[in-house]
């Protein structure tokens, strides 16, 4: 009776619109109700779990705010921004009717679902893998306002359920990545540049790469002069000289952005004929490259004197980091002999490294080395192992030479032309370097403000930090650091210790040094540029590799969880360092095999009353004591391997019992 009451609708819509309103993001929990994260504050509301079936994690949006039993509680109302719109589920049939399951942590409900026209809704399993785009959404009043549901519409299947390449084909399809090579061309043929090229295939130039490296992009020749310094000749492999400023191998290579790397696999940029064959520096092949020559001291001071030039070179020695590493760390190397000329070559490239080492570690900034994880995968893409490959020395020698190089092409561009792909990074972020500078003088480290917002001032600190028995205030710095940038225009790299720094060193897997490439081109000749970087192209090669990141690592993730399905059965006791501390807990790194897992606070002690766990200062505290900090290493295991998120969770092998109770006079007695 009171249904349809056209007096009791309008009363209620008057006592909506004199409650107080609030903005603010949706956070869901696993029971149910949610919270309205409010903004610019820290402060959060209570949503029921009535009124979170209209809203999903991550929404924004305007909700009304009301008393209910005592309690101040959050209604959203209206939408202001959607969190789902194209996302990744399974299929989930209900009742022989078709539902979309999101692969999201924090959505938990099915969401009714239909094939888009052509795709046949037989061909979906239960659990099989697809692309969908959320077509309503509840409180999105733009939509029939009798649909108060969700609903998603299935735009293209993307693999069976049991599917063990899954990892990888969902992660594709998740970030819009492409999961196949550039289609093949008929024929390649290189463009008339006007590039005038020395024939340098008599010089010993040596390549140093994996043992498994198709794409072998650049080659070095060292000499040793008599008063001690170097004089290294760069060679890098030249795609430019078969793709032409904006046909259509050069837009798909742009849209690319990168060579994409995932674990047990990688799809690369250009066309593997390119990549792996006519541009990769085989041996014993000759092949077109752009060159660099320069002096470096003995002292490892990089010269004035650089020349970049065109060049035909045929590489002499196709050399393994671990073979190289072996012989020099250990005088020599089972299986592996080379002649005295590539011999020569390996130990004077040695001895530039070195010098140059010294140099950054001295006056820019060397980082710690850390290892890499590869994964070993069976012929049907189990995980076998996963292996720690640690940094070495042949690693040094070819980082030192790329780095080298890398510093003369910014040097050049910059002065040449003022612009290029450069990549920057501009030290403290200006908002937060007063807040480092309290934890800088807390520690009594010999900086002043003044001086941390130079170059120089910068790098010294960075040198002084690595020299601190433990990587706390290092790990808590980072917070206020200013993030990696590439742009068009010079700029110091404040990270690496650099005035100015410009990669050209992999045009076969980056997009930015194949521009770079056609600039060096330029200073070569002497002509006008045939491509020159606008201001957008910074924020393409930001957003390319921030994808492609992501994508590595939520496939690691998922291998990960398969790897160590078996970890919690058999209590295995890991090594596990703190990267990041938040209210809920704090993230460790395992440092046998590089997952990240999770430990609540839960996990550290059962009483939440004991415990305080400050992302602000990086430190988890018990009964008020400093326990735990960036950068501690301890014991852990793992309690839980969360399969459908992909995700770790673990506790510390130490407990904390609770402290004793005080035993009073009477109780003595």
Known sequence: MFQDNPLLAQLKKQIQETLPKKEGTIKATDRGFGFLELDNSKDSIFIPPTYMKNVMHGDRVIAVIRTEKEREVAEPQELVEQSLTRFIGRVKLIRSRLHVMPDHPQLKDAIKARAIKGLNPESLKEGDWVVANLNNHPLDTTKDAKNKAFSCVVKEKITDSGDKIAPWWVTLARHNLPNAEPAPQESWSMLDEGLERQDLTHVPFITIDGESTKDMDDALYTEQKEDGSFDITIAIADPTSYIEVGNDMDKEARERGFTIYLPGRNIPMLPRELSDELCSLMENEKRPAICCRVNVSKDGVISDDITFFAAWIQSQARLAYDNISDLIENGECEGFAPNDIIRQQIDVLHAFANARSDWRANNAVVFPDRPDYRFELSEDNDVIAI???????????????????????????????????????????????????????????????????????????????????????????????????????????????????????????????????????????????????????????????????????????????????????????????????????????????????????????????????????????????????????????????????????????????????????????
């Not at 640690?390 to 910014?410: D, F, H, K, L, Y």
Request: glycine share 6%.
């Open 387 to 669: 292996h720690t490959d640690p940094r070495r020395t042949a690693n040094r020698m070819v980082e030192e030479a790329m780095i080298t190089a890398n510093i003369c092409a910014g040097r050049v561009l910059r002065d040449k032309f003022g612009l290029g792909v450069f990549n920057t990074h501009a030290g403290f972020n200006p908002e937060k370097i007063d807040t480092a500078m309290d934890f800088l003088t807390k520690a009594e480290a010999p900086f002043t403000k003044e001086e941390i917002e130079t170059l120089s001032g910068f790098s010294a600190l960075r040198r002084w930090l690595n020299e601190q028995d433990t990587t706390y205030l290092d790990n808590r710095l980072r917070k206020f650091q200013a993030y990696s940038e590439v742009g068009n225009l010079p700029a110091p790299h404040y990270a690496m210790g650099l005035d100015v720094y410009a990669t050209w060193t992999s045009p076969i897997r980056k997009y930015g040094d194949m521009i770079n490439h056609r600039l060096l081109k330029a200073v070569i000749t002497g002509n006008e540029a045939s491509q020159k970087p606008d201001d957008t192209v910074g924020d393409e090669i930001a957003a390319h590799r921030r994808f492609h990141r992501m994508a590595e690592r939520d496939v690691s993730d998922w291998l990960y969880v398969r790897l160590l399905s078996n970890a919690v059965k058999e209590e295995t006791v890991f090594t596990g360092e703190i990267f990041d501390i938040n209210r809920a807990g704090m993230r460790v790194r395992l440092i046998e095999n590089g997952a990240a897992a999770f430990i609540p606070g839960s996990l550290i002690v059962d009483n939440k009353e004991r415990i305080e766990c400050s992302g602000e200062l990086g430190v988890v505290n018990i009964d008020k004591v400093r326990e735990y900090q960036l950068g501690d290493s301890f014991e852990v295991k793992l309690t839980e391997v969360r399969t459908a998120t992909r995700q770790l969770v673990a506790r510390p092998v130490q407990q904390f019992p609770a402290p004793k109770a005080e035993v009073s006079v009477e109780e003595k007695a």
